[in-house]
């Protein structure tokens, strides 16, 4: 058996898998976001390793043979983050996450240090973690004296389950601290933000053993005590693991609380020029890329809070097809937006309101401006990647075939629905945790899951919506700086 542990942002989840890759059992865990000032996004690390203690405890009251029979584990996570611990491992304030927009003038900073461009092939975006250290560097200096180590979330948990100060290179590649094509920390761009290397964990490729299960662990679940703990991945890589984009011009869309639009390339190549994120992927040897949008479902979240409905209900309402671009524009700029505007302080909004426009209308807006910021990302792609012939969808809004309807018109582009079963971060996590076990080749090990469906481009729409996304592309200068 295998396991893979995903943190997320609002739910940590478990999945057991045996030999053949079959899921036995989930098992997933709420996690609360604290919000203490305009821009902030904390979490208590405390938190996520209660949600891992509660999902494990409850597979095993469930499943306690095949708990007992797990080899090896990986973990998948939220990015980004800065989680500041003492000598003695304990965290020292909540951990700063990746959709906390505090640190963009520090980011600004940095990134005018032509060193980081160079070297990462990414922008310093404010959401990366080393723009957060030298905020705590400079806003909480007693804090800061007492930081022992820097971790990236899911590094945390990492530490409960081995005791080891450990990374994988995918999740190390959003810190703004890695030499992307070498794979290893870079000294100068530490030093910038006042850190050496003894301050960060130790470097692992995705597929490699970072650790084994500590004693009280393996007691605890009644694993054994050879219990491995993979590399592992940052969520997106996580996910190309889970759908099987590893091979170059694979790719998939992730339609969760943010967007991605992510393509496997098997060498290195970077355009940090259009907000496109150059990272290592989660296997030997191979990169991606990936164009991010801040706000995709919760954009359709928000609306639906606004409206006092469930999201669902309001997509269901629009019919089974899409018949057209609508006449209001939406920009989904609610966190900012970062490809390829790269633009903290942006905010959204609705064009084209009429007094005739109602409910129905607004939902259709938010969905087409999310597939708009979608061909945003994929526009930045293609200057130094092949387009890709086929992109499957994972996350929340994949459920549904009118948004991916929209999308894939959008794209002119068919996206493919994973078959029913999971697929995603957490399987990847468990794919790399069979890898690390075993010493099996990835590429055999995490192939691309059977199809539902693909939702093909509607060929006689898909010139209105190019019409409509170029009215899109518009917009953003017009409200730039507003």
């Not at 970062?338 to 005739?356: E, S």
């Not at 459920?399 to 999971?422: F, K, Y």
Request: hydrophobic fraction near 45%; proline fraction near 6%.
């Amino acid at each position: 058996m295998y396991l893979g542990i995903d943190l997320g942002t609002s739910a940590l989840k478990a999945l057991l898998i045996d030999e053949d890759q079959r899921v036995i059992a989930t098992r997933s865990e709420r996690l609360d976001v604290a919000r203490p000032s305009v821009g902030w996004s904390e979490q208590d690390p405390a938190g996520w390793v209660a949600a891992a203690e509660g999902a494990l405890d409850s597979l095993k009251a469930a499943e306690p043979t095949a708990l007992a029979a797990v080899r090896g584990i990986g973990l998948s996570g939220q990015m980004h983050g800065a989680v500041f611990i003492d000598a003695a491992d304990r965290p020292l304030r909540p951990a700063i996450l990746w959709n906390d927009t505090r640190a963009h003038a520090e980011a600004a900073e940095l990134d005018g240090l032509p060193e980081f461009r160079a070297l990462t092939g990414n922008i310093v975006f404010p959401g990366f973690t080393a723009p957060k250290v030298v905020w705590t560097h400079r806003n909480e200096p007693e804090l800061f004296s007492r930081v022992a180590k820097v971790l990236l979330p899911k590094d945390f948990l990492r530490l409960w389950l081995t005791g080891e100060h450990v990374t994988d290179v995918s999740d190390a590649s959003g810190t703004s601290w890695l030499h992307t094509e070498e794979r290893c920390w870079s000294k100068r761009l530490l030093e910038y933000c006042q850190l050496d290397e003894s301050q960060v964990p130790r470097l692992v490729e995705g597929t490699e053993v970072s650790g084994t299960l500590r004693p009280a662990l393996t007691e605890r679940w009644g694993m054994f005590p050879t219990t491995v703990v993979a590399g592992g991945g940052g969520d997106n890589a996580a996910s190309g693991c889970g759908v099987g984009a590893l091979a170059s011009g694979t790719g998939f869309i992730s339609i969760g609380t943010s967007g991605v639009v992510f393509v496997s390339a098997d060498r290195y190549r970077a355009n940090p020029e259009s907000a496109v994120h150059a990272f290592c992927h989660a296997v030997p040897n191979t990169w991606h890329q990936m164009g991010v949008a801040l706000s995709a479902a919760g954009s359709l979240d928000w609306i639906a809070g606004v409206l006092d409905a469930r999201a669902d209900e309001l997509v269901d309402g629009l019919g089974p097809l899409p018949v057209g671009p609508g006449a209001i524009q939406f920009l989904p700029y609610l966190s900012g937006e970062r490809t390829p505007h790269n633009d903290a302080k942006v905010r959204g909004g609705f064009v084209g309101l009429d007094r005739a426009h109602g409910r129905s209308d607004l939902v259709q807006a938010v969905l087409e401006g999310v597939a708009f910021s979608f061909r945003d990302c994929l526009d930045a792609l293609t200057i130094p990647l092949s387009e890709p012939a086929q992109l499957l969808a994972v996350g929340g809004g994949a459920r549904s075939r009118h948004w991916l309807s929209i999308i894939a018109t959008v794209l002119d582009l068919p996206i493919g629905v994973p078959a029913g079963g999971e697929v995603g971060a957490a399987l990847g996590a468990a794919r790399l945790g069979l890898i690390a076990a075993e010493n099996a080749d990835p590429f055999d090990v995490c192939a691309q899951p059977p199809l539902d469906d693909i939702v093909e481009p509607i060929a006689v729409l898909v010139d209105d919506y190019a019409d409509a996304y170029r009215q899109y592309c518009r917009l953003y200068p017009a409200i730039k700086g507003l």
